[in-house]
Each structure stands twice: as C-alpha cells, then as structure tokens.
C-alpha cells in the first residue's frame, strides 16, 4: 500500500486538483473508523501500515498543530490544509539548503548551510545526515526525497536545520531578563556553548559601556523625576556634567559590567537543569515549556546576583565623593541598613521576569512566522536585518510591559540613600506614584531606555560577530 501512496503523492508534477484528490484518498485510508476525522491514534496507525516511518510524538504534534476546531482530530479539511501549510515550508527549507539551484542536496552543501548557523560539522557527519533522508542512494537528495522524508513529521524536526531562526540573547540591551540561549548537543560537548556565551558576554560589556550615559539618566529619571520636579533628557545631563564632569556619566557602569559574567552562566546551568526537569519529551523542549524554564532560570540568577543589581544602582546614583567604589558601597550599606538592604526592590524585580520574557517570546515567535507566511520565498534565512529587527521589537514590547516593576525596583534600591526618602513596601509605592503623578508616573525615564535599545542592539551585533570570529566559532 505504501508503494501506492507514494506513487501518487510524492510527484514532481501535481495539480490542485490531482493533490486534493490525493489528500482525500489518503484521508479516506486514515480513517479508520469513518467518522470524519482522523484522531492521533488513526494516524499512528495508519501511517505505520503504510510504512511510513514518523518520529517520536510526531502523530500527535500533527493533530495539535492542525487542529483547529479543538476536538482532538482532523477533519478533512484540517488535515489538507495542515499537509499543504507544511509542505509549503518544507520547499522554503530545502531550497535555502540548494545552495547551487540545481535541484539536488549534496553533503557539502548541508554542511555549508549548518556551517551558516553557526554549527560546524565534519563531512562525514554531514553524509550520515544526508544518509538518513536518501532513499534511492545517489548521495544527493531530489525535492520527492526531502518531502518523503519531512512531510509526515512536524515541522519541529526542522529546527536543528532552521537555525536561522534561534532567539538569540547576544543582543543586549542591559536587561537580564531574558529566556537564555539555547544550545544543541553537540554545541555542548564540543565546548562551543562557552565561546558563545564568553563571546555574548564580551558583546553585552562593550554595548553596556556605550550606552552608560543613556541608561544612567534612566536610572536618575525613575528616582528623581515626578510631576513637580520634571527632568528633561537635556537637563537631565547638563546636572550631572555640572555635579560630576564627563566621567559621572559612567557611574555605575562597573559594576553593571561585572554581573554579566557570573548571571549569564548561572542562568545558563540552571536552565539546563530547569529544561529537564520540565521536558515532556526528552531532548526536545515546547515554546511554553522553554518559557518556564528561562523564567526559573532567570529567577535563579536575578536571586544570586541580586546584591550587585542594588549596587549598581546607588552607584549609578552616588554624588561625588559618596562612595571611593564597589567595596566602599557595598560595607557602608551593610554597616549602615544591614544585609536586607541587599535585597531591596526583590520582589518586583522578579515579578517583571514573566511578562518580560514572555511578551519577548511571544512577540519573536509571531513576527518570525508573519515573516516566513509572508516574504519567505526563495529561502528560510530572512538576513540579518530581518533577525536583528525581530530581536529589538520583541525586547522592546517586553520592556514595555515590565518597565513599571522596573521603575519600582529601582525606587525601593534607592530609598535609603535619599535624604528624606520615606522607606515604604511595593504595593504602597504603586498607590503613591499612581495618586500623585497618575499612570505615566510609572513610565519616568523610558525615553532614555528606549532611546539605547538600538544602539546597544548595533553595538552588540557588531562585537559579537568579530568575538565569533576570534573565537573560532565561525570560520
């Protein structure tokens, strides 16, 4: 039976009419039990008789992905619409791997595409990946071969293919929210992992430098700023210059660069044992599930690094001569309020994790497939610009809504230092600001945040490639 389906379903050559008919026989043969749809057992079962090999969870994938109406099964026109929508973006993937456009995949050109992504493989592991897919063993896969291979698998078998698309969190914009990167296996046992996040890190500290004098005024605006005393960006600056010379506009960038090292590795340990702990499938990790496990991890780190995050912020704040550096600060806050001072603004600093890194992936996840249902013609690689703008909206749309936990975290890291400063709790402090200065009272000092986003995206791009290149992550 399997000889049959092939034959009529795996042509060159198929008009509308021809695959409809095709997805209609298919569908009649898959349902089993004639009741208009095919549920994940039918499909597994039917699939298996006809020799058609799918991988681990994959009849279920499909159904969850088809499954429009929510009934746990496909009818017709789901199931037909599921394998053409798939089919779609399988003939994307297999010609951006045809580097040469004639038609065939060789090894060397899996190996040059993996090698795009960031994944250098040798050859011999690029011909046992081909290997896999080659049915008529002529060591070059045709579109039958590729579609025969992919289509009744769900489209996350492609992921280690599609590396285009991996949400990377080398491009910093100071915020330590976000869901950490991910690695393959091999970029782990290889010891790649490290390069690159050694290579993000170098790329955040050279970003948060450039950016300093704009995330200080941020930091000045959140604290100082209300509707009595307005501060404007130009006179924001022209106080510090006046309070401090140009290097004032540094303060507290020490620090802010220190920190990156030690969270992006904690962060990193803990997510991979949060992602094993919270898998459903071992070795693969669904997008809610990814979420749930950044935001754990970025909890862990927020929680061990924490102390450095108050101190940056009353080193970003200090008045000259107030503190001689890091340890200076850190004993007179210990000395003067203790070791809970170092906790100050806890509580919605982790608050503002969820919708962060939530929003971020979310926003990310949708451009990403508006792009691929929309100009992804020729290839699956959408260039770097497309990447990068992606990268930005989605950081940005998560600031958006995290930014007045943020805003309050800093006010509570503030409090003590601030002459006549009442020391209240976080929900006091939102009624406060909100009766006073209304809702955009939560919003001081976001023109500044925002305003560093695209040159501290630039910035890091930029460092990280040539760390890449450095490093030997890329040749």
Same mark, same amino acid.
């Given at each position: 039976?399997?000889?049959?389906?092939?034959?009529?379903?795996?042509?060159?050559?198929?008009? /509308?009419?021809?695959?409809?008919?095709t997805?209609?026989?298919?569908?009649?043969?898959?349902?089993?039990?004639?009741?208009?749809?095919?549920?994940?057992?039918?499909?597994?079962?039917?699939?298996?008789?006809?020799?058609?090999?799918?991988?681990?969870?994959? #009849?279920?994938?499909? &159904?969850s992905?088809?499954?429009?109406?929510?009934?746990?099964?496909?009818? %017709?026109? @789901?199931?037909?619409?599921?394998?053409?929508?798939?089919?779609?973006?399988?003939?994307?993937? %297999?010609?951006?791997?045809?580097?040469?456009?004639?038609?065939?995949?060789?090894?060397?050109?899996?190996?040059?595409?993996?090698?795009d992504?960031?994944?250098?493989i040798?050859?011999?592991? /690029?011909?046992?990946?081909?290997?896999?897919?080659? &049915?008529?063993?002529?060591?070059?896969?045709?579109?039958?071969?590729w579609?025969?291979h992919?289509?009744?698998?769900?489209?996350?078998?492609?992921?280690?293919?599609?590396?285009?698309?991996?949400?990377?969190?080398?491009?910093?914009?100071?915020?330590?929210?976000?869901?950490?990167?991910?690695?393959? @296996?091999?970029?782990?046992?290889?010891?790649?992992?490290?390069?690159?996040?050694?290579?993000?890190?170098?790329?955040?500290?050279?970003?948060r430098?450039?950016?300093?004098?704009?995330?200080?005024?941020?930091?000045?605006?959140?604290?100082?700023?209300?509707?009595?005393?307005?501060?404007?960006?130009?006179?924001?600056?022209?106080?510090?210059?006046?309070?401090?010379?140009?290097?004032?506009?540094?303060?507290?960038?020490?620090?802010?660069?220190?920190?990156?090292?030690?969270?992006?590795?904690?962060?990193?340990? #803990?997510?991979?044992?949060f992602?094993?702990?919270?898998?459903?499938?071992?070795?693969?990790?669904?997008?809610? @599930?990814r979420?749930?496990?950044?935001?754990? /991890?970025? /909890?862990?780190?927020?929680?061990?690094?924490?102390?450095?995050?108050?101190?940056?912020?009353?080193?970003?704040?200090r008045?000259?001569?107030?503190?001689t550096?890091?340890?200076?600060?850190?004993?007179?806050?210990?000395?003067? @309020?203790?070791?809970?001072?170092?906790?100050?603004?806890?509580?919605?600093?982790?608050?503002?994790i969820?919708?962060?890194?939530?929003?971020?992936?979310?926003?990310y996840?949708?451009?990403?497939?508006?792009?691929?249902?929309?100009?992804?013609?020729?290839?699956?690689?959408?260039?770097?610009l497309?990447?990068?703008?992606?990268?930005?909206?989605?950081?940005?749309c998560?600031?958006?809504?995290?930014?007045?936990?943020?805003?309050?975290?800093?006010?509570m890291?503030?409090?003590?230092?601030?002459?006549?400063?009442?020391?209240?709790?976080?929900?006091?402090?939102?009624?406060?600001?909100?009766?006073k200065?209304?809702?955009?009272?939560?919003?001081?000092?976001?023109?500044?945040?925002?305003?560093?986003?695209?040159?501290?995206?630039?910035?890091?791009?930029?460092?990280?490639?040539?760390?890449?290149?450095?490093?030997g992550?890329?040749?």
């Open positions: 039976m399997y000889q049959v389906v092939r034959k009529l379903f795996f042509t060159d050559c198929q008009c /509308a009419e021809d695959a409809s008919k997805y209609d026989d298919l569908f009649a043969k898959l349902d089993t039990n004639k009741d208009g749809k095919v549920d994940v057992s039918e499909l597994k079962a039917g699939l298996a008789a006809m020799g058609i090999k799918t991988g681990k969870g994959a #009849a279920q994938k499909m &159904v992905s088809g499954d429009q109406d929510k009934d746990d099964g496909l009818d %017709f026109n @789901e199931f037909s619409n599921y394998l053409k929508e798939h089919e779609k973006k399988l003939r994307i993937t %297999f010609k951006s791997l045809d580097k040469n456009n004639d038609g065939r995949i060789d090894f060397l050109e899996i190996k040059q595409s993996l090698a992504m960031g994944m250098d040798s050859k011999d592991e /690029a011909q046992k990946i081909l290997n896999s897919i080659d &049915v008529d063993g002529t060591m070059t896969l045709d579109w039958n071969e579609r025969e992919f289509l009744f698998n769900p489209a996350t078998n492609l992921q280690e293919i599609i590396r285009y698309w991996k949400h990377s969190t080398v491009l910093d914009i100071g915020d330590g929210l976000s869901i950490p990167d991910e690695f393959t @296996e091999e970029e782990k046992t290889t010891g790649m992992w490290w390069k690159q996040l050694s290579a993000g890190a170098m790329a955040g500290a050279v970003s430098t450039g950016t300093a004098p704009l995330d200080r005024m941020k930091v000045f605006m959140q604290v100082h700023s209300t509707k009595s005393n307005k501060i404007s960006l130009v006179g924001g600056f022209k106080q510090m210059l006046k309070e401090g010379g140009v290097a004032s506009l540094w303060r507290g960038n020490g620090i802010n660069v220190l920190k990156i090292a030690p969270e992006t590795a904690i962060k990193f340990m #803990a997510y991979e044992k992602k094993k702990m919270l898998s459903s499938e071992p070795g693969k990790v669904k997008t809610h @599930e979420f749930m496990a950044g935001s754990l /991890a970025g /909890a862990t780190a927020q929680t061990v690094i924490y102390p450095m995050e108050v101190m940056k912020t009353r080193l970003t704040l008045k000259t001569g107030q503190y550096g890091m340890s200076d600060c850190a004993k007179k806050i210990l000395r003067k @309020e203790g070791v809970k001072a170092f906790y100050k603004g806890y509580v919605p600093n982790l608050i503002g969820i919708p962060y890194a939530g929003i971020d992936l979310a926003v996840e949708s451009l990403k497939n508006f792009w691929l249902a929309h100009y992804a013609k020729d290839s699956a690689n959408p260039g770097i497309v990447l990068l703008g992606c990268g930005t909206l989605s950081s940005t998560g600031q958006l809504a995290s930014y007045p936990l943020a805003l309050i975290r800093t006010r890291q503030a409090q003590a230092s601030l002459e006549g400063s009442e020391q209240m709790p976080m929900n006091l402090m939102v009624k406060k600001i909100l009766q200065e209304g809702f955009f009272g939560l919003y001081r000092g976001i023109l500044p945040n925002f305003m560093k986003v695209i040159p501290a995206v630039s910035i890091s791009y930029v460092v990280y490639e040539h760390m890449k290149s450095s490093l992550i890329q040749k």
